[in-house]
Structures are given as C-alpha cells and as structure tokens.
C-alpha cells in the first residue's frame, strides 16, 4: 500500500468543510512536497510530523518521495490541524497501521515534536459539521483530549433529547499520537476500546441571574423590555444617567426561554472559533456588551483570516450597547445588515466568510451629551443644536430597525422610595414565553421577523383598528417601515395579552414604544 486516504475538516468561519488528505509514497528522489494551497503553516507541519514520527518511535520513510494532497485545493486550510492526519497518511502509506480503519474516522490536531497532540480551534464546529453531512458516513472523530471534550457538546450534554438528535455521534479523544496508532494497529484490538469515548463535563447548575425585581419603578421600560423579548425586537432605552438603563439591559436575558439544544450548539460554535466558550456557560443565553471605543472589526467582524465579531458572538444572545452614539459610525451602520438578515459576510479578498449573527440589540443612551434633556431634577446645559448632532449620530435607517424604543426617565428619590416593589423576572418571562409559544405556533417565527406577505397575513387588522393606524401614521408622517414596525410590536402586544386579532389598544401600547428622540 503506497497511498493513503485520510479524513479530515477545514475550518472556514463556522463551516467545517470536509478536506481529504492523500498521502503518496513513491520511489525516487527523498522529498516531501504538500500540494492544495497549503500555507506556510501547513508546510510548517511536514517538520512537525517528522520530527512527531520519528521522536515516538516510529518510522519516517526518509528514502521516499511523499507527496500529500490537501484536497479540495481552494479552502483556506490555516493551522496546524492537519498534522495529525497526514502523520496517520504517512504511517498508513508505509504500512504502519491498518488503512481500512483510517476510513471509519475524521482526524484533526496539531502535533508537537514530541507527538503530543495540541488542541485544534473550531473543534465544535467540526463536531456539527460532521453531524449535519448525515450520520450516514458513519465515522467517528478523533481530536486532541480539550478540543474533544469542547466537540463532546455536540453529542451530550443536554441529556437524552440530545443523544436522539446526534444520532450517535462518536468523539474520542487522545493524549498522544501513539495512543491513535494504537488504535489502528493491524490485528484484534478494536479501534473503540484503545480510544476512549470523549465526555463533556457535566451540565452546570444553572445560577439564577439578577433579578428585574432589584430594579426599583421604571414600569414603562420594564414593559418594553418584555414586549421586546415577546417579539424579539431590538429595543433603545434613552434616558438620564443613572435611571438604571445597564441594571435592566444585564436582566434582559432572564426573560428569554431557554436556548434550545439547537441553538446552544450554534452559540457555542461560534464562541469557540475564538476560544470565549467555557463549558460552565453551556446553553445559556451569551450577553455581551462591548465598549463604545471598540472598533468596527470587533463589533461586526473581520480580519485576516476572519473572526467573528461582537454580534456574532451574542448569536441567540444579547447585545448591549450602552452609549450608544458614542460607537463609531462605521460600527452602527455595520449593524443594519445583520439586524435583518441575523447573518454578515465578511468579503476578504477573493474570499467570502459568513457568521450568524441573530443577536437581539439593546441599546441605551442618553438624551444629549450633558446627560439631562428632559429630566425634572437637574437642567440640561445643552443647546438644541448640540442636542439635534448627538441624537444624529443614530442614523435613521439604524433606528428604524429599533422596533422598541422607551424612556428611562430621571425619578426623584422620594417616589422611588415610594414604588412598590416591581414583578420578579420569573413572572415576566413566564408571561414572554406563553406569548413566544403562541407566535411560534401561528407563524413559525419571532413577531420581529415577519415580513412581506407573513406580515400581512398574520398582522391583518379590522376596520377599526385600520383606521386607527391610518390616523397616527398620517399624523406622525411615518414611512412605510415605521409602519410595519408598529405592526409587529402590535403582534407582541396583542400575543402577550392572549389575543388573536389585534385591537386598537394593543396598536395604542405600540404606537408608545417608538419616537422617543427629539429628533431624527
Ligand atoms: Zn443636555
């Protein structure tokens, strides 16, 4: 046997594309040549894999051209992760170990010169990829022992519903090179009992988060913020310093349901392309709230070979945006596309990388740069001017993908002391997920997500409640997305309030939660 076909995985943003690598020993000049738009990186493994080879023990077949065939050519195919399958090509290819059983398994890890395997990034995503090509293959994956356990999520961790849905998706795991050759030494041994199965840790406790109940008054925003979550609508909080706007944004995600075992997986993948997934977060919502200096490529995404940004790592989560005008343009107006489509592809080159990113945005700001437009407690020193420029930073069409916005205003001490104490979190979110269920059931999406003929269809209204919008709208001189907008957040109302057709109450409650700037 002087060729060897080895499985193996690129990663190209959260895909994890299926490489072949082909190991060709043949008479002649000693040489190793690696061919398929191998990068430095990948050339780099030729010196890795000999000196893993040779240091454990095992034969390099000096006396050799080997050629290996990274295929197909034009994936990107950065890192050292596919020492390890040309290692196994290489041993296969001389006779080392049994070929046939290379075929049963994907293989990915760097090695160091020792033969120590070396975790590899994207493991989960390799994981789904090899799920979602169908259990049909049939193959297992073998990974270095931490990117296993990180991979093992696919297969475990939310208990026996997940098992169903993996179809028995195996993950083992490896310490060293030799405990693999081991595994796929010719003779009775089977490969199964030399390499471990890989577990994930066991699924954490879930700690409660802060509740909305530590949020004193603030009636109005709290009522936005459910309406928002009902829906899954972007929500703009503006307000004074110091009203509570971060307290409420940090409590938001306890009124979401719980990630399904689907959408873990997804959020998951993506934290771990930059290594920001821990076990211990498994299945809970991300919530992530970049700083306003950060640039454009860290809130969208970007770079050289492409990383995910903030919005995609708040995938199925939330992003906070605190200060909001404060952002650099760039990076607001690199929102709108994802806010639609809850995707962004990111152009580099020749090449194209996409990552989800169906991020619910919340945002707050305040009125004006002194902080107190409007508020009954301290006056505001800016001019109309000053304030019209910093609510201008908010481009229209970013705002009109907003579909809630609400005052958070300044409350004098006394008739906070005064408030009654507010609902817990746990009550809200009951009521938000009784609301989702039943938009899931009619419409097969979230309220936020309806448009076109779904919008017309599932947000029709009766005569009265049409003239009712057809008055504010000329009024309010609102343009056709403005429009539509109202709508859907009408949809959450009325869902919240058990209601099949939408009243004029439920389109009055929507009508409140938009208009919030002076300006714009
Ligand atoms: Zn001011």
Same mark, same amino acid.
């Given at each position: 046997?002087?060729?060897?076909?080895?499985?193996?995985?690129?990663?190209?943003?959260?895909?994890?594309?299926?490489?072949?690598?082909?190991?060709?020993?043949?008479?002649?000049?000693?040489?190793?040549?690696?061919?398929?738009?191998?990068?430095?990186?990948?050339?780099?493994?030729?010196?890795?894999?000999?000196?893993?080879?040779?240091?454990?023990?095992?034969?390099?077949?000096?006396?050799?051209?080997?050629?290996?065939?990274?295929?197909?050519?034009?994936?990107?195919?950065?890192?050292?992760?596919?020492?390890?399958?040309?290692?196994?090509?290489?041993?296969?290819?001389?006779?080392?170990?049994?070929?046939?059983?290379?075929?049963?398994?994907?293989?990915?890890?760097?090695?160091?010169?020792?033969?120590?395997?070396?975790?590899?990034?994207?493991?989960?995503?390799?994981?789904?990829?090899?799920?979602?090509?169908?259990?049909?293959?049939?193959?297992?994956?073998?990974?270095?022992?931490?990117?296993?356990?990180?991979?093992?999520?696919?297969?475990?961790?939310?208990?026996?519903?997940?098992?169903?849905?993996?179809?028995?998706?195996?993950?083992?795991?490896?310490?060293?090179?030799?405990?693999?050759?081991?595994?796929?030494?010719?003779?009775?041994?089977?490969?199964?009992?030399?390499?471990?199965?890989?577990?994930?840790?066991?699924?954490?406790?879930?700690?409660?988060?802060?509740?909305?109940?530590?949020?004193?008054?603030?009636?109005?925003?709290?009522?936005?913020?459910?309406?928002?979550?009902?829906?899954?609508?972007?929500?703009?909080?503006?307000?004074?310093?110091?009203?509570?706007?971060?307290?409420?944004?940090?409590?938001?995600?306890?009124?979401?349901?719980?990630?399904?075992?689907?959408?873990?997986?997804?959020?998951?993948?993506?934290?771990?392309?930059?290594?920001?997934?821990?076990?211990?977060?498994?299945?809970?919502?991300?919530?992530?709230?970049?700083?306003?200096?950060?640039?454009?490529?860290?809130?969208?995404?970007?770079?050289?070979?492409?990383?995910?940004?903030?919005?995609?790592?708040?995938?199925?989560?939330?992003?906070?945006?605190? *200060?909001? /005008?404060?952002? +650099?343009? @760039? !990076? $607001?107006?690199?929102?709108?596309?994802?806010?639609? &489509?809850?995707? #962004?592809?990111?152009?580099?080159?020749?090449?194209?990388?996409?990552?989800?990113?169906?991020?619910?945005?919340?945002?707050?700001?305040?009125?004006?740069?002194?902080?107190?437009?409007?508020?009954?407690?301290?006056?505001?020193?800016?001019?109309?001017?000053?304030?019209?420029?910093?609510?201008?930073?908010?481009?229209?069409?970013?705002?009109?993908?907003?579909?809630?916005?609400? *005052?958070? /205003?300044?409350? +004098?001490? @006394? !008739? $906070?002391?005064?408030?009654?104490?507010?609902?817990? &979190?746990?009550? #809200?979110?009951?009521?938000?997920?009784?609301?989702?269920?039943?938009?899931?059931?009619?419409?097969?999406?979230?309220?936020?997500?309806?448009?076109?003929?779904?919008?017309?269809?599932?947000?029709?209204?009766?005569?009265?409640?049409?003239?009712?919008?057809?008055?504010?709208?000329?009024?309010?001189?609102?343009?056709?997305?403005?429009?539509?907008?109202?709508?859907?957040?009408?949809?959450?109302?009325?869902?919240?309030?058990?209601?099949?057709?939408?009243?004029?109450?439920?389109?009055?409650?929507?009508?409140?939660?938009?208009?919030?700037?002076?300006?714009?």
């Amino acid at each position: 046997m002087s060729l060897a076909v080895v499985h193996s995985r690129a990663l190209d943003a959260l895909q994890a594309p299926e490489v072949t690598v082909e190991v060709h020993l043949a008479n002649g000049l000693p040489s190793v040549t690696l061919v398929g738009l191998a990068d430095t990186e990948v050339k780099e493994a030729r010196e890795r894999v000999r000196a893993a080879l040779q240091n454990s023990g095992l034969e390099f077949p000096n006396n050799k051209r080997i050629t290996v065939n990274l295929a197909p050519a034009d994936l990107p195919k950065e890192s050292g992760r596919f020492d390890l399958p040309i290692a196994l090509g290489i041993l296969a290819a001389s006779g080392q170990i049994d070929a046939a059983r290379l075929a049963q398994y994907e293989f990915a890890g760097e090695l160091s010169l020792s033969g120590e395997l070396r975790p590899v990034r994207g493991a989960l995503a390799m994981a789904l990829a090899l799920h979602r090509s169908g259990a049909g293959s049939g193959r297992a994956l073998v990974l270095p022992h931490a990117s296993a356990q990180e991979a093992a999520l696919a297969c475990g961790m939310a208990g026996d519903m997940s098992s169903a849905m993996t179809g028995g998706l195996r993950i083992h795991g490896a310490a060293h090179l030799l405990d693999v050759v081991r595994a796929l030494l010719p003779g009775d041994v089977e490969p199964a009992d030399a390499l471990p199965l890989a577990h994930a840790a066991p699924s954490p406790v879930r700690e409660p988060g802060a509740d909305l109940r530590d949020v004193k008054g603030q009636a109005a925003a709290k009522r936005a913020l459910e309406i928002a979550a009902t829906g899954g609508h972007s929500a703009l909080m503006v307000g004074p310093p110091g009203t509570g706007k971060s307290m409420l944004a940090q409590r938001f995600a306890g009124l979401l349901p719980a990630l399904t075992h689907d959408e873990a997986l997804e959020s998951a993948a993506v934290l771990s392309l930059t290594g920001a997934f821990s076990a211990d977060r498994w299945a809970q919502r991300a919530f992530r709230s970049p700083h306003h200096t950060a640039s454009p490529v860290a809130l969208v995404g970007g770079g050289s070979p492409p990383r995910p940004g903030e919005i995609s790592l708040s995938h199925h989560g939330v992003l906070f945006l605190d *200060e909001l /005008p404060e952002f +650099p343009r @760039a !990076a $607001l107006e690199g929102l709108r596309e994802p806010l639609e &489509t809850g995707r #962004i592809v990111i152009s580099r080159a020749a090449r194209q990388a996409e990552f989800p990113a169906r991020f619910q945005l919340i945002a707050a700001m305040n009125p004006c740069p002194c902080g107190h437009q409007g508020s009954p407690l301290r006056a505001c020193r800016c001019t109309p001017d000053v304030v019209a420029r910093y609510q201008g930073r908010i481009s229209g069409p970013l705002l009109d993908r907003i579909d809630v916005q609400v *005052e958070v /205003p300044a409350v +004098p001490a @006394a !008739a $906070l002391a005064a408030a009654p104490d507010g609902e817990a &979190t746990e009550v #809200i979110a009951a009521r938000v997920s009784r609301a989702r269920d039943r938009a899931m059931q009619r419409q097969g999406c979230a309220n936020a997500a309806l448009t076109g003929d779904a919008l017309d269809r599932h947000c029709a209204l009766d005569a009265a409640a049409s003239k009712f919008l057809q008055a504010a709208a000329a009024r309010l001189g609102w343009s056709a997305r403005s429009f539509h907008r109202v709508l859907r957040v009408a949809r959450s109302v009325a869902d919240l309030a058990g209601s099949g057709p939408i009243t004029v109450a439920h389109l009055a409650e929507a009508i409140q939660c938009r208009r919030v700037l002076s300006v714009g």
